[in-house]
């Protein structure tokens, strides 16, 4: 266990520490709820994704996706169940269908598009 992981134990769950969020509810009735701020080094980590010449824009534009899912996402309610925590997000997002990532990069771009209008997904 690391000392990110022990720290994020003693403050309580993700959603608990106050980080405001909005609900993305799809035509399938998913909710997906993101936080409304990036850090800077996310920030800072998109920027690196895309100068880096070594990987093609496909596997780069994939990589942008999950990252923005990984840091952005909080909650993902799916049929009913409840997904929290960043291990059981970022799984269930590498096991979705294609049309329930599209899904979701549609609720990214949203959110995106009204909170930080330069980056895209």
Not at 25 to 34: H, P, Q
Not at 44 to 56: D, F, K, P, T, W
């Amino acid at each position: 266990m690391g000392r990110r992981e022990r720290k994020r134990k003693r403050e309580g769950a993700a959603g608990a520490t106050g980080a405001a969020t909005t609900d993305h509810v799809d035509a399938e009735g998913s909710v997906l709820t993101l936080r409304d701020e990036l850090s800077a080094g996310t920030l800072r980590r998109l920027e690196q994704l895309e100068g880096r010449s070594s990987a093609s824009a496909e596997d780069r534009w994939q990589r942008r996706a999950e990252l923005l899912f990984e840091h952005l996402a909080v909650r993902w309610e799916i049929e009913g169940l409840p997904l929290e925590g960043s291990k059981e997000l970022l799984g269930r997002y590498r096991l979705a269908s294609p049309d329930e990532r599209r899904r979701v990069r549609a609720a990214l771009a949203e959110h995106l598009r009204t909170r930080y209008p330069d980056l895209q997904v």
